[in-house]
């Protein structure tokens, strides 16, 4: 018996946009907007995962799904995430287009009225797919006002091997200054946004930007950005946009393999940082070795969930990805050193649930920068879960502090009252003494 593809749960990259910025030190925001062109790669991202796993002619057609591909999707079993950070609605945007190549639209997208007539959504059956975003986005951009993660930035830009690294980008540098038209270029800069922008809307920008100059760019580019968003420790900071953003993952995949529940498609559309942070996390691994650096825009990352054949029927995750419109399928990868194309969906929650930043708490907790029970910065619960123990331990400690005080006070009226006592003694014998001596 064949495998049984239950779910895919899609991390989908924007398409392509204008110029951006951020802060390079706490890696802050600015606004920027979709293009024409980002919006196709996005459609053809969603048009591709269509075919892919909506087709009912297609191998990996998810189990539940629609047969028939004019059919609407059922609302209940898509979910989609879009991250609302400070770009603006480029993400937004991004996602949009997605769900019209993967949800166009359909004739069948219609209502009977009581007085008998019938109504086709605008648009040719357009489906409306609802796309969820949060104000304050800790999951898709849990780095941004996060004290620990600044210092991390920080750490990573003052060691030993940043420096040397910026030494030997030093020729480049200053090989492109007369191309960034003032903007600083160093290797802590966007100096690769920013050619690579230009050179793919800026008519005159492409025809004097010399060979070879944007690959070394995006080399430059992905050493940085892979030193930022990776971290030694599956649980350290630099990781931060891969915790975060698993935690909605991991939540829908207990809900396809475990749960009697409807959904099949869980989609996040998102930047490219938790890509770098997933790529390292899961020590993930193509044909040609590790993945490292910055996906194209457009690329996907899918965690299929696959039911195994008999006699056992076992849960297995799949991961693949897709960078961009340069890979032509997604692409299955390895992870957790493991050779197989899938492993236990046990396995795969066991090695990372314990790292997941699941809710506001466990983000305070991964930012804080303090372990001081009292301090702002590190507050790692609820004020009313937290209050009853920093009242607790304020007792005891001026209990602690008043007893030393008694204590300290009887100790040192005892070695008074032992001091004349001595003198009394002293004093009572030289008296006797003398006494003696006297005729």
């Not at 606004?31 to 087709?55: I, M, V």
């Not at 200053?174 to 050179?199: K, N, S, W």
């Not at 790292?355 to 590190?378: E, L, M």
Request: with cysteine; proline share 6%.
């Amino acid at each position: 018996m064949a495998s049984t593809l239950l779910g895919v749960l899609i991390l989908a990259q924007n398409g392509g946009r204008s110029e951006f910025f951020q802060d390079p030190y706490d890696y802050a925001p600015t606004f920027t907007e979709s293009t024409p062109l980002g919006a196709s790669e996005s459609f053809q991202l969603g048009s591709y995962l269509k075919a892919t796993y909506l087709d009912s002619s297609s191998p990996l057609h998810i189990v539940d799904m629609p047969l028939d591909p004019t059919h609407p999707i059922p609302p209940s079993r898509v979910n989609v995430h879009a991250k609302s950070g400070g770009e603006g609605t480029a993400i937004f945007d991004s996602s949009i287009a997605l769900l019209q190549g993967m949800f166009p639209p359909t004739s069948k997208n219609r209502i009977e009225l009581a007085n008998g007539s019938t109504v086709t959504s605008p648009l040719g059956g357009y489906q409306y797919v609802p796309v969820e975003m949060e104000e304050t986005d800790h999951v898709l951009e849990p780095w941004t006002e996060c004290k620990a993660f600044k210092k991390h930035v920080s750490e990573i830009y003052a060691s030993d091997e940043f420096a040397q690294a910026s030494k030997d980008a030093q020729d480049f540098f200053e090989t492109i200054h007369d191309y960034m038209f003032g903007r600083p270029a160093t290797l802590v800069d966007m100096v690769y946004d920013y050619l690579d922008t230009q050179l793919t809307y800026n008519q005159s920008f492409a025809y004097r930007l010399p060979p070879t100059l944007i690959e070394q760019a995006r080399g430059w580019a992905n050493y940085k950005e892979h030193a930022v968003f990776s971290d030694k420790e599956i649980s350290g900071v630099g990781n931060i946009a891969g915790r975060a953003v698993l935690a909605p993952i991991t939540k829908a995949l207990e809900r396809i393999a475990f749960d009697d529940d409807p959904l099949r498609v869980l989609l996040i559309e998102t930047s490219y940082q938790p890509f770098i942070s997933l790529f390292s996390m899961m020590d993930a691994q193509g044909h040609d070795g590790k993945l490292f650096g910055i996906p194209n825009y457009a690329s996907a990352l899918a965690f299929e969930v696959v039911r195994g054949p008999g006699p056992e029927f076992r849960d297995l995750v799949r991961l693949k990805f897709k960078n961009g419109t340069d890979d032509s399928e997604l692409k299955t990868l390895h992870m957790f050193e493991h050779r197989e194309q899938a492993i236990p969906v046990t396995e795969f929650l066991y090695r990372l649930e314990h790292h997941v930043i699941s809710d506001t708490k466990a983000w305070k907790s991964a930012c804080s920068t303090s372990w001081f029970p009292f301090s702002s910065d590190a507050t790692t619960a609820s004020e009313s879960i937290f209050m009853p123990f920093r009242i607790l331990f304020l007792s005891l400690l001026g209990f602690c502090v008043f007893a030393w005080m008694r204590y300290h006070k009887y100790t040192q009226s005892k070695r008074t009252k032992q001091h004349e006592a001595v003198r009394e003694e002293e004093q009572d014998a030289f008296v006797n003494e003398k006494s003696r001596l006297l005729p």
